[in-house]
């Protein structure tokens, strides 16, 4: 089984600045197959980036998606006030599918 | 405009089954380019995958190791729904339900791109 490792922790920044999260594996995921999802409080996750840096439908070009083998990583580039949310990434390459516990991005 | 909407009890006793039905409109569970699934949210074990059916001449079903032995999901054509079965649990399975689409007018893999509204089961006495 692949574990996934999200840092930081915790993330706290200000509306317009850049975040950056970070998504290690402990084995290379292969064909990049790595997504990222987006979770508010009371809500199912939404789907943002998948085979690591193609957004889905509807999804804002400041989320841009990046990386391989064992490292990814999502960026914001400019933080909106609807973005500070759960943060986590999901690799599909090998069975069973598995996510990072998350990465919380609040507001400072 | 894909549409999972989930149904079933919140509450759940020690030892008997927890059951959930996702139905879908908008696609069909008999698609050749989608996957159903069905996934948990706790505090304690975050997000976890616990199995999938989907149709490609026939159909599969895939189930995590971590619940192989009391997991049961069928899809139901005449419904277009499918459904999720979890023998025997204990306090340890509260945690929101989700069920998800993967794939769509193509097969990418197995990443979730629709989900249902969640369902809160907890399991107590």
């Known amino acids: 089984e692949i574990v996934l490792t999200q840092s930081p922790g915790t993330l706290s920044l200000s509306p317009g600045e850049r975040a950056t999260l970070s998504c290690r594996a402990s084995?290379?995921?292969?064909?990049?197959?790595l997504a990222w999802y987006q979770q508010k409080p009371d809500q199912a996750p939404r789907l943002l980036i998948y085979?690591?840096?193609s957004r889905a439908t509807g999804i804002p070009d400041r989320f841009s998606g990046s990386g391989s083998g064992t490292d990814f990583t999502l960026t914001i580039s400019r933080l909106e006030p609807e973005d500070f949310a759960v943060y986590y990434c999901?690799?599909?390459?090998?069975?069973?599918?598995?996510f990072g516990q998350g990465t919380k991005l609040e507001i400072k | 405009q894909v549409q999972l909407q989930q149904s079933g009890p919140g509450l759940v006793k020690p030892s008997q089954t927890l059951s959930l039905t996702c139905a879908i409109s908008?696609?069909?569970?008999?698609?050749?380019?989608?996957?159903w699934n069905w996934l948990r949210q706790s505090p304690s074990r975050g997000l976890e995958w616990l199995g999938r059916?989907?149709?490609?001449?026939?159909?599969?079903?895939n189930y995590a190791v971590s619940v192989k032995s009391r997991i049961t999901i069928n899809p139901d054509t005449s419904k277009n729904q499918f459904s999720l079965q979890l023998n025997s649990v204990t306090p340890e399975d509260t945690a929101a339900y989700y069920c998800?689409?993967?794939?769509?007018?193509?097969?990418?893999?197995?990443?979730?791109?629709?989900w249902g509204q969640g369902t809160l089961v907890t399991v107590s006495s």
């Open positions: 085979g690591a840096s």
């Open positions: 908008g696609d069909s569970v008999s698609s050749d380019s989608a996957a």
């Open positions: 059916t989907y149709y490609r001449s026939k159909w599969y079903i």
């Open positions: 999901q690799q599909y390459g090998s069975s069973p599918y598995t």
């Open positions: 998800a689409r993967a794939g769509g007018r193509q097969w990418l893999g197995n990443f979730f791109n629709y």
């Open positions: 084995q290379s995921v292969s064909s990049s197959y």
